[in-house]
Nanobody, 115 residues
């Protein structure tokens, strides 16, 4: 089992930045991918960014050039640096990891971008 806990959400104005953190605990060995998803009101959950165990990354087109995903030195933490935030980025952001074919999810952290 893997437990994921997100932090760092909040209310910001358009153009501002925010950094989300996700800490994994439990059976963290052999986690292949850690990722961030988001779900806006009335919309389906979508992939924002992911990072593999060897450091390869991928991003949704809507956040490329604005968001950066990274892993901490201990490899059990993943960050999402979000710059130039837009109202359309408002959503609950969920941390996700894939380990031995199983997906694990955090409870989410709310990001609101509004003036």
């Amino acid at each position: 089992q893997v437990q994921l806990v997100e932090s760092g959400g909040g209310l910001v104005q358009p153009g501002e930045s925010l950094r989300l953190s996700c800490a994994a605990s439990g059976s963290i060995a052999r986690i292949y991918i850690m990722a961030w998803y988001r779900q806006a009101p009335g919309k389906q959950r979508e992939l924002v960014a992911g990072i593999t165990s060897d450091g390869s990354t991928n991003y949704a087109d809507s956040v490329k050039g604005r968001f950066t995903i990274s892993r901490g030195d201990a490899k059990n933490t993943v960050y999402l640096q979000m710059n130039s935030l837009k109202p359309d980025d408002t959503a609950i952001y969920y941390c996700n990891c894939l380990r031995q074919g199983l997906n694990y999810w955090g409870k989410g952290t709310l990001v609101t971008v509004s003036s």
